[in-house]
């Protein structure tokens, strides 16, 4: 074992067994803490790597597992509601995350986009646009944009969205130019793909229905901050700054990862590429209509079909896929990526629920709000600078945007009135940075470990564009973002 390595294990073991010397917070759970020692080590060794992502997330859900089991049951003071509670845990809890829809939503990802592959369709599609607009991989960053845009007033659910429409077409073209994750990441693929992400994290908010959580948030914070939005009203507010931070996106990650292929004889790839594809077999045709089929059902399932769930879907299409032979099971075995995110996706939303049955959040929220009491009732605008800020940093934390809104909106929502922040702002800005907020990390949001495990973004590259994205949106949205809200409210809009 190297010298490196051994520090890192030291590193990893000591942020555990602190958890058992550092007394449990006031307030919080023992298993609460403990769990939390584990979280915290987990996102410490994702950064390290001392091992694979899988192996990571095995071994943080088997501690986890052995801390449940060996830590007996308690009960926890509720404040807000002033009552005592009994936390029931089970070892098998920290596997919940296996059984999420959006494990199963993320892996079923994989299969349109190994079918999209296999077939050539993937590749038919990517020529066909770099003929028409990809003159320059900055362009195709812009195309990215374009499609996301057009498609997310029909669709909330952005993985669905990003990990199995525009992750495919994208990851389609960086092969079609040579890019490969293992030895020319940078040529075009990486660029492309992490644009990808951070352009649907940038339309996640510009439309009340672009992504399922937005209605849920809003729902959560009307009874605290009097405030209800309805589509239109949504859109005009999220329309400015939303806009403006989605002209930028392409252009900001372009310019942090740049691709070493820049210009392109676009027409000259996508004759010489679509000759070699020849006519569309049956495959691609079949392929064709099952994505129609795809989108529409993720776009009309809920309101027509009266289907909950885009992971419904998503597994019926994965289903369909091999049963129309448009790929092979065989083909979905080969695809290490689908699996390794299936381990690793779905540990850590385990961790991340046993720590909210744990009642850690509940804790955090409490935590937070005492202080950020230093912000009395007269400084209304920089409590909600403070708050938002707090907001777009502690998504760290969580892996999923669901976990953070039920955690922390009524929180930030209550703390940031008390300290007299206007609530159309707070309201808006804590609804719209919790879209942008989850682009901080590679496992912020669904369809994060499906582009990061295409191979092509390491974790820096990926965190580094995160933090400039998601702190760079924060900062549009308390300037241009307050000025735009406030002459909506003065011109009776809002």
């Known amino acids: 074992m190297s010298t490196k390595k ?22 919080l759970s023992v298993v609460g803490w403990h769990l939390f020692g584990v979280y915290v080590a987990t996102i410490v060794a994702i950064i390290l790597k001392p091992f694979a992502l899988p192996v990571i997330l095995l071994a943080a859900v088997a501690i986890s597992s052995i801390i449940i089991g060996i830590t007996p049951g308690e009960q926890w003071f509720d404040a807000k509601n002033n009552k005592m509670l009994e936390i029931t845990l089970e070892e098998e809890d920290v596997l919940g995350g296996y059984k999420s829809g959006t494990t199963w939503l993320v892996f079923a990802a994989f299969a349109m986009s190994t079918a999209f592959v296999a077939t050539g369709l993937g590749k038919r599609i990517a020529y066909l646009l770099i003929g ?39 990851n389609s073209v960086a092969v079609s130019l040579g890019s490969d994750p293992a030895t020319s ?3 075009a693929g990486r660029y492309l793909l992490l644009n990808t992400y951070m352009v649907v994290k940038g339309t996640g908010y510009l439309f009340l229905t672009a992504m399922a959580p937005n209605a849920f948030a809003l729902q959560l914070m009307e009874p605290i901050l009097h405030v209800k939005f309805d589509w239109g009203q949504w859109f005009f507010a999220a329309s400015i700054p939303g806009l403006l931070c989605l002209l930028l996106t392409p252009l900001v990650v372009y310019l942090i990862c740049p691709p070493e292929l820049k210009q392109l004889d676009n027409k000259a790839i996508a004759k010489k590429g679509l000759e070699e594809l020849g006519p569309m077999t049956i495959r691609e045709k079949t392929l064709l209509g099952l994505f129609v089929l795809a989108v529409l059902s993720w ?11 885009a992971s419904t879907t998503a597994i019926s299409i994965m289903a369909l896929l091999v049963i129309f032979t448009v790929v092979s099971w065989d083909d979905l075995l080969k ?16 961790l991340s629920s046993v720590l909210k049955k744990a009642h850690f959040f509940d804790w955090l929220s409490q935590f937070l709000g005492e202080k950020l009491a230093f912000l009395g009732t007269d400084h209304g605008t920089l409590a909600a600078v403070v708050i938002l800020f707090m907001s777009v940093a502690i998504r760290y934390l969580f892996a999923a945007g669901g976990a953070y809104i039920a955690a922390m909106v009524p929180v930030f929502s209550a703390v940031g009135l008390a300290a007299g ?57 308390v300037t241009i973002g307050f000025a735009w809200w406030k002459a909506l409210v003065g011109m009776g809009v809002l």
């Not at 362009?139 to 992750?167: E, H, K, Q």
């Not at 776009?299 to 769930?309: R, T, V």
């Not at 290490?336 to 385990?350: D, E, P, Q, R, V």
């Open 132 to 170: 028409k607009f990809g003159s320059t991989t900055l362009r195709l960053g812009y195309v990215n944009a374009c499609l996301d845009l057009l498609i997310s007033p029909a669709m909330p659910s952005v993985t669905a969205r990003a990990g199995g429409i525009i992750f495919p077409i994208m």
């Open 185 to 187: 990441p940078r040529k």
């Open 6 to 27: 051994a520090i890192h294990y030291l590193i990893l073991i000591a942020i555990i067994a602190s958890t058992y010397i550092i007394p449990t917070p006031e307030g």
């Open 299 to 309: 776009a009309l399932g809920k309101p027509i079909l009266g289907l909950q769930e």
């Open 335 to 350: 695809n290490k990526g689908a699996w390794n995110t299936l381990i690793w996706y779905g540990g850590i939303l385990g």
């Open 421 to 477: 922040a206007d609530p159309t702002l707070l309201a808006l800005g804590l609804l719209f940075s919790n879209c942008y907020g989850g682009a901080l990390t590679h496992y912020g949001s669904g369809p994060a470990p499906v582009i990061y495990g295409a191979g092509y973004n390491d974790i820096k590259s990926w965190w580094i564009v995160g933090a400039v994205f998601a702190f760079g949106s924060l900062l549009i949205h």
